[in-house]
């Protein structure tokens, strides 16, 4: 994939003197799912599909976009002296976001860039491809202007603010995060209301991690994700009215429950009970992992997927039967919803002699029954963003 990008650098740009080579992963949240905006704990782990880059400063105020994925598109112009997100930019708004951050933080650029890329994450499928971006945006802008006082925490919160601010999703912290830190065979287990975070090692002897994609596209922009977190937002306000805490996350199970009727209708309580419930489980099933007990990881999972199904409303048909098919099926540890939702992908947790009936089984009922294949990728857990020439 480096010379193919290379290549493609030279073809558009003439040379690719003075450019360079970078990656950003992909990420899978294993559990600890709609917490990271609620204060919660998450527990997400970068992968090693994820999106390449080649990058070089230009002379003038010009940057130019080229995606591999995105051909027909071709060269996306813009210019330093006009930061706006515009539709023509299409795709190119999410790198485009990361420069207005950066200026907005006090990082101005003084010249433009060339920037070509090419990613293995399918779109909206759930996997963080626009977090990806951003991230290695920010790592492509802090190595070509050697903007060295940023870490790696500084860019996924400006990967963040960039998505809220200038491209319309109220997301939280945990995707540009976990693309930012992610670690080789390690999960993150990450308290979103401090950033402070471990890093958890997930080594499966006997079992694969394997992304199921529904091929649902979800958007979450235009989806109910924005409605979602607001719903969160109110339930917190009641409970605010009486009780001292910053968010959801403040709270445990039994607290919640005591104090639930101070929320003042029954879509935010579900709401509210699903954050609760969903940073407790995140919590249990680390602690599980850690003791070596992946059964009850599994079970947790499967509460979330639960969870997330009932009370915060963010699956859908396709996503429901993909994961009662899997827990069905002998071997398979735990299964569950990945990413914001509303379509997109299942995690599960499959023990090796299960992998072939999982993708078997599922697969032929799945198309049977909506009439186009699912995929299923068998992923490992890889590091975070970076150069790498």
């Known amino acids: 994939m480096k010379e193919k990008l290379y290549d493609k650098f030279k073809e558009l740009f003439g040379d690719a003197d003075g450019a360079h080579f970078y990656f950003s992963p992909g990420r899978v949240n294993l559990i600890g799912e709609h917490t990271d905006y609620n204060g919660g704990h998450v527990f997400p782990c970068a992968l090693t599909l994820g999106t390449y880059g080649v990058a070089r400063k230009r002379a003038d105020r010009l940057m130019h976009f080229y995606s591999l994925n995105l051909d027909q598109i071709g060269v996306v ?32 650029l003084d010249t433009g860039f060339d920037m070509v890329i090419w990613g ?3 779109g909206g499928a759930g996997l963080s491809s626009s977090a990806s971006l951003e991230v290695l945006t920010g790592i492509m802008l802090t190595d070509l202007f050697g903007f060295t006082k940023l870490s790696l925490t500084d860019l996924a919160l400006f990967g963040q603010y960039s998505e809220n601010n200038f491209n319309g999703c109220n997301c939280g912290i945990m995707d540009q995060f976990t693309v930012a830190m992610g670690k080789k065979d390690n999960a993150i287990f990450l308290d979103t209301s401090t950033l402070n975070y471990e890093y958890a090692p997930v080594l499966l002897d006997d079992a694969k991690i394997i992304i199921t994609n529904s091929k649902v596209k979800h958007s979450l922009v235009s989806s109910a994700y924005n409605d979602r977190r607001q719903e969160s937002t109110d339930a917190l306000e ?7 805490i910053a968010s959801l996350g ?44 992946i059964e009850k990881f599994g079970k947790l999972m499967n509460q979330s997927h639960i969870s997330l199904r009932d009370d915060y409303e963010v699956s859908c048909k396709e996503i429901d039967l993909l994961v009662s098919l899997a827990w069905d099926i002998p071997g398979v540890i735990g299964s569950r919803i990945t990413g914001g939702g509303f379509g997109g992908c299942t995690v599960s947790i499959v023990k090796n002699d299960a992998v072939e009936t999982f993708i078997e089984t ?23 963003a970076g150069r790498l020439d």
């Open 362 to 384: 599922i697969g032929n009922t799945y198309k049977e029954t909506f009439g186009h294949e699912a995929e299923f990728y068998t992923v490992d857990i890889g590091a975070g």
């Open 250 to 293: 403040d709270l445990t199970v039994e607290e919640f429950e005591e104090h639930a009727d101070l929320i003042r209708d029954d879509v935010r309580t579900r709401r509210a009970q699903h954050a609760v419930s969903e940073n407790q489980r995140t919590i249990e099933a680390v602690a599980a992992l850690q003791n070596g007990n």
């Open 238 to 244: 009641d409970l605010q009215k009486e009780l001292s």
């Open 77 to 108: 112009e813009a210019s330093l002296d006009d930061l706006t997100n515009k539709a023509v930019y299409d795709w190119a708004n999410y790198p485009l976001g990361v420069v207005w951050t950066f200026a907005e933080k006090g990082y101005s």
């Open 120 to 122: 293995d994450i399918p």
